[in-house]
């Protein structure tokens, strides 16, 4: 007897965008891919010119959010273009050809990436990593989140650790533990 092949879901951030660029690829219009844990990405097609069709990128663009968030409000968000993080002389700047594999050409010039980040989410990952570590954090400022440790405490930067996340196509909440557990 012949079991059924089922396809798992994608469970990484690597695995979730390598997925959104290979529909990218082949898409006719700007999609809308969450990629969990507050993350999200705009990719935008090969037959897209950006530059050109900005009008035609905002329209698409809105009607592939609300496909995906319908009319809830985004609240506070920040948006990253992958080609700032890829550009960047930071240490995981050309990670990507590494997690990418054989579509890392594509992330130069035939496909664009623009992250949308939600605040509320990815402070929410932050604070259930601390919870699950036994300790509490708060607010710092509008992004940051101050970590109370014994006898001291520190600031995780969430923006660093947006960047990373998106850089080396790695799940929010992996960082989180390890800057948690001291990692670099």
Known sequence: MKLPFSKREPATLRERLLEAIERGLKAD?????????????HVMPPVYDFFAERERFNREADEARKAVLGNEPLGRYALINFRDIRDSRLPYSDDYQDW????????????????????????????????????????AGQWNMQIAEPGASRVIYTGDLVYEAIGRARNLSELVRERLAGSP
């Open 29 to 41: 219009k700007v999609l809308f891919v969450s990629l969990g844990e507050g993350i999200y990405v």
């Open 100 to 139: 990418a594999g054989k579509r890392a050409i594509k992330l130069v010039g035939e496909i664009g990436l623009i992250f949308l980040v939600r605040e509320q989410e990815v402070r929410q990952v932050i604070v259930q990593e601390c919870e699950r570590a036994g300790l509490s954090c708060e607010l």
